[in-house]
């Protein structure tokens, strides 16, 4: 049976999940996966954590650890995050050995078949340090849209800044002295040798992906594809073991697909258990493999990790779907661990149940621009829109004397399940997948069904339950405790009285600890 393959791209375990990552790819994957799941599909819904990334290290030295522990520590608070938010996932991959054996074994093929090539390039180097600074270790300005940028990438404009791109380039560790480009042989990724492939690719994908990626993929085609490095001469980072680059380290960044791989690995159990990593990807499976990422991670999921199993010559599947989201700011300014402008996701799940979390999280999506948290329009909308509104709902379904309701008008009933259940999946299956309209369309239900309850004496109590029990099927999607404490062994039959609870109102604290009774 072929499977959906679900990636959220593992985190960089330089602290906790904030409420930014979690209104990207991880509710809307979670939401994607339980979507499939009731539909009666096969998932694997996996991630891990990207231990290799330079990130790890400037992160440690501000918090005076190490990266080791700091991985460690985070790594397992990333996990328990998750699982608060009730993200479920098939697998999450630990960093270890069969981990690096995986990206190890991915990568081979492509160095013996001559397809990863040496190079001299320049890259930043820190006289006073000695050492080269790539990635987290340099900022500077991006050459494509002047904003300020790490090496590497621009989060802003999505365009890569590889070896001496990035303009003005200074060291982010103290002293914070400006970086001269000196020239080093790296190991390399010739990129633009797969363009063919890519913009075919991409236009078979034109009219059916979210337009801002698209948008990158014409503005990076319509210039020479830079090559991509696979090693840097770097301390942080797996060991290369190719001839000729001893001592240096692999790019984070390549590690991608094969820590994929092995994400989705870990997610087999039983006997379905895989005895290769990569074996669920492979092209004779018929899986069907889909992303979901922040904007910023476009280039690389979607250009040089794709050129990458296109290097493999058909071994592998290729994504099926990519689904970005763009950034999630807090008060109208970007999510920040650096400045410490953020809210830890698990704090906000202790604060107020995590359905109301996860309802307002998927309200606000920021699925095609920028959107912001606020605390006080979290109270408000969840207040005044949801709760109350579903609190109405369960009142008036409440004080009605269903057996005196005999019409079941079951021909126009049936025709109102079906419109409904065809907006659900509207807002679920992958080309059309919408967080946000997925709630909107619970609100719109909602109180459709509590004035037609009010208004309506004579509809029956079926005829009322096929469209409760139509509105629970998405509901559940997002608020999972709320669906769970309503019926924890399935919905019953449309004849039966429903226990709706009443949700309990956010206070002046934006708390509240559970549903009421």
């Known amino acids: 049976m072929s499977k959906t393959l679900i990636i959220a791209p593992p985190p960089t375990p330089n602290g906790d999940l904030h409420v930014g990552h979690m209104a990207g790819p991880y509710l809307a994957g979670d ?14 819904y996996a991630t891990g954590t990207d231990d290799s990334q330079t ?67 320049k890259l930043p180097y820190s006289a006073h340090r000695g050492e080269f600074m790539v990635e987290s270790f340099v900022a500077g300005e991006c050459p494509v849209c002047l904003a300020h940028s790490r090496g590497g990438l621009c989060e802003n404009c999505g365009h890569p800044n590889n070896f001496d791109m990035l303009r003005g380039p200074v060291s982010t560790l103290s002293p914070y002295e400006p970086l001269e480009y000196r020239e080093t042989e790296i190991l390399v990724f010739p990129v633009e040798e797969y363009r063919n492939e890519l913009e075919a690719y991409y236009a078979s994908k034109k009219g059916l992906w979210r337009p801002h990626i698209l948008q ?10 830079i090559d991509f490095p696979v090693t840097y001469p770097v301390s942080w980072g ?22 994929s791989m092995y994400c989705n690995a870990c997610g087999e159990v039983g006997a379905e258990q895989p005895t290769e990593a990569d074996t669920t990807w492979r092209s004779d499976t018929d899986n069907q493999l889909m992303y979901f990422l922040g904007f910023d991670n476009s280039y690389f999921w979607g250009v040089t990790h794709l050129a990458l199993l296109m290097a493999h010559e058909g071994k592998y599947i290729l994504p099926h779907t990519i689904v970005p989201n763009e950034f999630y700011e807090l008060e109208n300014s970007k999510f920040s661990t650096s400045r410490g402008h953020l809210i830890w996701a698990r704090d906000l799940v202790t604060e107020l149940p995590r359905d109301y979390a996860r309802f307002y999280l998927c309200l606000t999506s920021p699925e095609h621009n920028r959107n912001n948290f606020s605390r006080m329009a979290l109270q408000q909308i969840l207040n005044e829109r ?52 997925l709630a909107d369309w619970i609100l719109n239900h909602i109180s ?37 404490a309503i019926a924890p062994a399935g919905l019953p039959d449309a004849f039966t009285v429903l226990s709706l609870p009443e949700l309990s109102l956010i206070g002046s604290d934006a708390s509240s600890k559970s549903y009421a009774s």
């Open 448 to 484: 459709r069904l509590q004035e037609l309850i009010t208004e309506d004496s004579s509809l029956s109590l079926w005829a009322i339950n096929r469209q409760i029990v139509a509105l629970l099927n998405g509901m559940g999607l997002i608020m999972i405790d709320l669906r769970e």
């Open 216 to 225: 990158l993929m014409d503005e990076l085609f319509s210039r020479e594809l």
């Open 55 to 121: 990130y790890v290290v400037t992160s440690a030295i501000k918090l005076g650890t190490t990266p080791e522990q700091l991985c460690r520590q985070s790594s397992d608070d990333i996990h328990n995050s998750l699982k608060l938010w009730g993200v479920e996932l098939d697998g999450y991959a630990p960093f270890d050995e069969g981990y690096k054996s995986s990206v190890y074994q991915f990568l081979n093929p492509l160095f013996q078949s001559g397809k990863l090539k040496k190079k001299t390039v």
């Open 386 to 437: 949801l709760i109350t509104s579903w609190n109405l709902l369960v009142s008036a379904y409440n004080a009605q004397n269903w057996n005196a309701r005999v019409d079941d008008n079951a021909e126009n009933v049936e025709e109102i399940v079906e419109t409904m259940s065809s907006r659900l999946h509207q807002c679920c299956r992958i080309e059309t997948f919408s967080q946000s309209r």
């Open 31 to 44: 939401i994607y996966a339980r979507y499939l799941r009731v539909s009666g599909k096969a998932v694997n």
């Open 238 to 259: 797996l060991p290369s073991l190719f001839p000729g680059t001893e001592g240096q380290v692999l790019n984070a960044w390549v590690e991608g697909m094969p820590a």
